[in-house]
Every structure is written in structure tokens, then in C-alpha cells.
């Protein structure tokens, strides 16, 4: 029994994994809304169920919101734990579909086929490659290539509220050598990659507080301080000249970006100019001396994300404002300590008020950055087999954002992550007319084939 | 025939002012409020038949608003304009009132009898002071001291829209060699004060644009500009290490405070520590070298009034905003050119905007100083009439805000305004419970007939 049998077997299966997936995008998962908790329940079953019908030892499983998926089966290799989820977001403003985003089609695009409908990237039609493909194997030799545990999370879309309780009341049953994630984008569209670092991310609030009243700022400027001016003196301070940022002892624990990964990056010829022009801007801001991907996967940052004090409707009102409030939010690389910086961060801040202002923090979030063990032979093994399936190579890459599923495989089961999945920047997720490309659902099976061929050995 | 005896008479005659003055505060005569236009137009009345009553040719004149009182009588000497308002704020909340705000009564307090009653300070009381001393001086004398312009506005709580078209309508009517405008404090209970240095007022708004659209921070943050930063990097330089403004010749026209103003100040003994204590604060922030009384009443000063950008809801978002705004006023003295303030502050933003950014400004208005030319020897007189009746010497005093009228005496009629007011900071003007001191009623009405005695020569 070779790959290429498993491979064909797909290629000819297809119009009916197209079938199995519309049947699965038919139902209206939306975690978020009451109204359809009977549909997510309706939606783990029907997974249940096809996952039943390819050998799977399956179950929806209770949570006090929306029921998990697991199953078991086949054995050998490396023990794969599979994770997805079946909810999908709500579908408003419905007036800008053009369909019905819960009755799916193919239609065509100048890109090519796509499928059409709520979920159908973001995240079920992503699942449903990793489920085509155990089915091929199974239809082909009668049994999975390697031991397999699948987890399908119907909370994904609304905050996840039951994910981490469950994985600590269920660990046993959900660890494995390595999880595969299948949630991600494709680096291009010839361009497969396996996403290996994920910054973590320390959220700060702060409120200065400078008189005890909103004043007059004809009677009070000048004299009484100002804590919009405080506020933005402490922000104009949070980073240097060249665009490091000045909180003590910010860069221990970053590595230097590796001479094979900056090779990796360099090869993916990323198109600064584009990805800025797309939002408007033509010049990198940031830290000097790092290319725009390295800024985004590999180095930590600081923003501003909300600022307000004083008057701010239509018109003018001179009021000198008791309070100013910032949101700030640092990205965390490596082995950079949230807890400790966040100490850091807060000290500096006290160090730089002006007699009479005081602060209060307000803690948004604190999580270390993931950085995967690559050395482990799976990742060799599957960025091999995606190479075979996809014009390009396949690379390790960053991730910008925080994907909070791959911490807690880490922190709560031990595991590494593969995130590996075939979306493309313009499917719309989150928006109307989401759509998958046929060539993503396609060629996604066909990539988990090989890379499960891989993991056989 | 000599001030004494006027000024007996004014003693003697309190309690029938008193009435008088509880007849006009019986009137609600709330501007604002459409409810009581025929109210405005009582009082506007019942004023103009007062003024006849002592001698004045007194009209209630219409604008599209609430009517004007104007009234002439008596003949040479100075000739004096006097402005004050007849309208008042409204009055809720009404339950933090002890008594009806129309009901007025004397009540005993800790510190002495007041008026109780809504306008009994703002602006009734206070300008009924003037009308009582020419009462006096007509029924010692038969006539009025000197020359006396009436001009009493109804609109000055609702923004006096009908003020300036009708001063440009009426300016041969109107004007006369000094105007004395009757609505501000006494220094402190012991101490008058003729406010001579008004400030000006630039308002402007900032809006900086960087990226075309919101974006997500873990995404973009570093390599895409962020307008919070630059918005607070741009507030951040506007002072520098020493509290002095940074705009480009904005020092042009800022006189030094002469060596004569400089001791009557000092001599005024104002208390720092309680002035800033009172709002929570301990420490003078502003210019360096500069008294907390300079720099109200004689220095420039740059405020941010509001400030916001990004996300300031509840919680956190991990947003990168296109748009982060500010709304910044100056304060200006002397002969600083608020038109060119405004093109050199513009200029600065601009120069320092990095790539990307855009940014637009939206005018709040640009007027210049009020400095009162104090060698008219009609201010040495009054100065000296009120440092006869009070138990501390009158000051030449500034202003932190701006009153308007006063510049448009200026611009519009060419007379300079001496601003005289017997208010106590305590009044609770704008507030419930307003109250006029007794003694502020009684003193004021002898201050004014001193001030007119000094006038009449």
C-alpha cells in the first residue's frame, strides 16, 4: 500500500467529501448565541457520527456550555492529538451575504472554486481535511496510519470558556506525542507553513490620576499637572530612539532569530511594501534593523491600544481632566517573563509621576510566548511531506497574534503544536461571505495524508 | 453735598434695597430655557422701570433673543458704561436646593448673613450694587454723578447669542470712555480686585491618521505606525524640561510682568498651598521661576483638554488605531498673535509627523489678550475708591478664563473694561443653594458710589 493509492483515493473521493462537508456547514454551530445551542449539539453528533463511520471510538462529550469531541483510534507512530472546532461565528449583518451562509455551494471566482458559507474555512471545512484524510487511509488499508486522538472544541468562537477545565479534568485522555492545529493560513497560496512561534501577550490598563476634580484649564494650567500630558510623556518614553522599548531588562530571554530560520524567512520573499500598502502605509515603523517578519514573529513589542482623558465629544471644552487612561499591550517572544515585566513596566511607570499623580494598573492578561521544541523529528517530517504536496516549500513560521490552544497544550499537556492549516488571507472569516478555496480543501487532505504517512513510521 | 452722607443713605437705606433686590430675584428669568421667555422679558422690565424711577431714559430693547436693557442718564465726568445680566442658570437639580431658588430669603451662616436665591451673586445681586449707588447719589443729590450708560444683557448664561449684533448695531449708543462690568470676585472677602489682564483662548483639535483602517496589534504592531504614539510623542514635546512651550516664537508679544504689578501681588498674599490643596494637589507644576499667580493671571499656557484613540470601552482590545485625536488650547497674553500661534503650532505638528501619518486640525476659535490700558486715570481712581471702603488695598488683578464681553467692549466699541465684582468663590454660582454675602451687597453698592464719586470730577 503506498501513498500515492491514499492520494488518488482522495483526488477521486473528493465531490463526496464535498458532500460530507455541506451536510456539516448546513448546521448553524454559532456558539456565541443561545438560540443555537440545539444546532451545536446537533453539529458534535454529526462528527460523532462520521467519525464513528471511519473506526474512531468517538463521543460528545458534556461541558457546561457546548459539548467537546473526542475520539480514539488506530495505533503505532507517533500519537497525534488533532484539534479543530465545530462552532462557527454569527453571520450579521446577514443583508451583505450574498447566500444564505448556512445553505453552502461551490462557485466560482476569479481566483478559482471556493466554497461558500459560514464555517467553511473558518474552522469546519479546515477540520474536515484532517478527517478526509484518516478516511482515505482507512477506506485504502482498513485502518488509521497511527495513532490518533481528535478534539473538536464547539467554544472556539466565544471565548473557550470550557476548554481549559476540560483539558485539566480530561488529560490523561487528550496527551499525545505531538497536537496538530488545524486553525491557521496557508503563508501563501503555493506556500504551506507550520506555524512554530507564538508570542505571548502582557495586557496593561493604566489610570493616572492628577487633581481630584476635572478642573478649569483657564483657572488651573499651568500650575495644577496635567495627567494627559503625563500619560503621554510615559508612552512618547516606552520606546527609544530605535524603536527598542525602555522598560529595564525588556529583552531577557529574546533570542536572536536563527541563521536557519532567517534563511526559512528570507527565502519566503515576504513583500514589505504590499503587506503595508494594504493598510494604507509605505514605510516600516518598528524596531530598526529587523525586517517587518521578524518584527511580527520573532520580536516583542509594545502598543498603545486605547487612550482617553478628558473632553472628547464634538465641540471644546477647556477642562483640565482629573484622569487619563491608556490600554498597552506588550507582544512577548521566547522566554521573556510576562510576570516579571509586567513588575518592570509598572515600576517605570511610577518612577516617571510627577509629585501629586498617582496610578492605578489594571491587569488584562499575562501569557509567555510559545516557542515549539522543532527539534522534535515530527516537525522535520511534516514541513517534508507538506514540501512534497505544495508548489513551494514548506517553512517554520511566526505568528503575530497569540493562539491561547497551543499555550495550554503546553502548559496543561505537555505537547508541542503543529499549526498547519490551508486558509488563505481573503477567506473572510469573522465577515459575510466566508469561503474556503476548493484547492485549500483538497489539497489540505492531501497534505494531512502525507504528513500522517509521515508520522507512521 | 458730600460722599458721606450718600453713603449713609446707602447704609441706611439696605433693607429697602434688600426688597428690591428680592422683587427682581422673585423672577425666574432663566435664559436658556424657552419656558421662561416672558419671564426674561419681566425682568428686562421690571428693570427698565426701575431705571426710570431714579431718572434714566431706560428702554427694554428686542433681538431675536431675550430683550436688552439700555438706559441714559445724568451728565459729566466720565462717562461710564455699565454691563451686567439680568438672566440666570437654570436650577436643577432641584432637590439639592434648601429652598425654593425663587423665594429668596436672608439667611444666617457661619459667615455671616446671606441672600439665598437663584442669581442673588450671578449676576442680580451684583448689578443691582450699581443701580443702588446711583439710587443713592439721585436722592441726595437730585442727579446722577456723571455721565451713565445702562447696558443689561439677557442671554449671557445661553452663550449671548444677540451680544454682538447688537453692540455692532448700537455702538454709537453704546459707547462711553470706560466700561465697568459688574460679574466677578473680590480677591478674597477683604480684598477687591479690578481685573485688568484678560487672557486669550486658541482652541484647536488634532486628528492624526496613520493606518487606512483599525488593525490588529499582534498582526501590525511594530512595523505599522501607530497615531496614539505619535499623538503623545507631539504632546510630549509640545513643554520643555523647564514647563516652556515649544511652539516656534510663541513668546512673541508675552510681556514681562512690570515691577508694579509684580508687588501689588506679592502683596496680596495668595496662598499657593491652599489654592492647590483645594483640588488635591501639593506641588506648583507649570513654568519654571514663575508664581503659581503669574502664570494664571500673566503667563501663556498649553493644556490638552481630551484626548482618544483606539479602543476605551470595558476590557481590552488588541486594536492598532487609524485615528487618535486631541483637543489642545492656549492661553495667551499680552500681544501674542493667536493667527500666528495657531500656523507655527500647526507648522510643529506637522514637522513632526513620521511617513505615513496625516493630519488635520479643526479650529475652536483664536482670540487675542484683554490687557486693560491701566494709564486711563479712570483705574487709578477706582483703585483708590475701592481701597477706601475695603479693609485691604485694590489690586490690579488678571484673569485665568476669558469673558468675552470685555474683548468685544475692546474690539467692537474701542473702551477699555474695568471689571469690578463683589462675588465670594463660595458663592455657588451655576449651583444650587446660590448665594449673594450681605456684606458683598452692602459694601458693593458704597464701593460703587465711591468708585462713581471718583468718576464725577
Known sequence: MTLSTILTRIDTDLDNALDRLMELLRIPSISTDPAYKADCARAADWLVEDLKSIGFDAASRPTPGHPMVVAHGGEGGTHVLFYGHYDVQPVDPLNLWNRDPFDPAIEETDKGKVIRARGASDD??????????????VAETG????????????????????????????????????????????????????????????????????????????????????PIRVLSNIIANLHDDTGRITVPDFYDGVPELSDELRSQWEALGFDDKAFLADVG?????????????????????????????????DGFKTVLPSVAKAKISFRLVGTQDPLKIRDNFRQ????????????????????????????????????????????????????????????????????????????MEDDSIHSPNEKYDLRSFHKGIRSWARILDALSN
Not at 128 to 136: G, K, L, N, P, Y
Not at 283 to 312: F, S
Not at 396 to 415: C, H, N, Q, R
Open 281 to 313: 502605509l509605505s514605510t516600516p515603523a518598528g524596531e530598526a534593523g529587523k525586517t517587518v517578519l521578524e518584527q511580527i514573529w520573532a520580536r516583542p513589542t509594545a502598543e498603545v491600544n486605547g487612550i482617553t482623558g478628558g473632553y472628547t465629544g
Open 348 to 423: 517605570r511607570v511610577r518612577d516617571q509621576l510627577p509629585p501629586d499623580c498617582s496610578v492605578e494598573f489594571h491587569d488584562h492578561g499575562a501569557g509567555p510566548a510559545s516557542v515549539m521544541a522543532t527539534t522534535n523529528p515530527a516537525f522535520a517530517a511534516a514541513r517534508a511531506a507538506l514540501t512534497d504536496e505544495w508548489p513551494n516549500p514548506a517553512a517554520f513560521t511566526g505568528s503575530g497574534g497569540s493562539i491561547p490552544v497551543a499555550g495550554y497544550f503546553k502548559t496543561i499537556l505537555d505537547m508541542d503544536s503543529m499549526l498547519i492549516g490551508f486558509a
Open 124 to 137: 469546519k471545512g479546515q477540520l474536515m481535511t484532517f478527517i478526509e484524510a484518516c478516511r482515505a487511509y
Open 143 to 226: 485502518k488509521l496510519p497511527c495513532k490518533i486522538t481528535i478534539f473538536l472544541e464547539g467554544e472556539e468562537e466565544s471565548g473557550s470558556p470550557s476548554l481549559v477545565p476540560f483539558m485539566e479534568a480530561n488529560a490523561k485522555d487528550l496527551t499525545a506525542d505531538v497536537a496538530l492545529i488545524c486553525d491557521t493560513d496557508l503563508f501563501d497560496a503555493n506556500t504551506p507553513a507550520i506555524t512554530t512561534m507564538l508570542r505571548g501577550l502582557l495586557g496593561e490598563e493604566l489610570v493616572i490620576t492628577g487633581p481630584s476634580k476635572d478642573l478649569h484649564s483657564g483657572s488651573y494650567g499651568g500650575p495644577a499637572i496635567n
